[in-house]
């Protein structure tokens, strides 16, 4: 069997991006025949499909292209808590940003039940208010938004939901980022 001549960057992506020590102790003591590694070659690092092949999801960027153009076309929310018991007993509060002015509104709440209140008293503020309708509405997807009578409010509304994928906070980080400064504050 001829033997084959290659660099140490060659042989890793043949052998399917193997570590570089295994490759070259393969070598040395004659597991493979027909491979030999050019003398002095090393890989080059970092090998760019070994480090994509290892991440585990997507890169998530800090920023964003896109902004709403439109005061209310879109609005970030989130529930934090379960915290300990304010001085007007609430355990929760909700926070809506607005994605065009960031301008943030705040509710304290006893209990998660309280959301559709919530959400549909500051609907109807922030529509008088602006004179123009909300458009959609971006959350975590926490049961307190899934809830058939807010849904169904959304709905009647003409608001358009947008849930964010499972066990990613940072697609809903204008509402998580506000928490935390908020929390901070406190």
């Avoid at 090393?42 to 153009?69: F, H, N, S, W, Y």
């Avoid at 529509?127 to 807010?150: N, Q, W």
């Amino acid at each position: 069997m001829p033997t084959a001549t290659a660099d140490l960057t060659t042989w890793h992506r043949r052998l399917g991006h193997l570590n570089a020590d295994a490759v070259t102790l393969m070598e040395a003591k004659g597991m493979v025949t027909g491979m030999e590694i050019t003398k002095g070659s090393t890989l080059v690092m970092p090998c760019e499909l070994c480090l994509k092949g290892k991440q585990t999801q997507a890169e998530i960027r800090k920023t964003t292209d896109t902004r709403a153009d439109v005061v209310l076309s879109h609005i970030f929310s989130d529930v934090c808590g379960r915290m300990s018991t304010s001085h007007k007993g609430f355990n929760y509060f909700i926070t809506w940003i607005d994605d065009k002015s960031r301008k943030t509104f705040v509710d304290g709440i006893k209990l998660k039940s309280e959301v559709v209140g919530c959400l549909k008293t500051f609907v109807e503020r922030a529509e008088i208010e602006t004179g123009r309708c909300v458009i959609s509405l971006r959350s975590d997807g926490g049961g307190e938004y899934i809830a058939g009578k807010l849904q169904q409010y959304l709905k009647s509304k003409g608001i358009r939901y947008e849930i964010t994928t499972p066990d990613t906070p940072q697609h809903n980080g204008v509402a998580e980022r506000m928490n935390q400064t908020l929390l901070d504050k406190v």
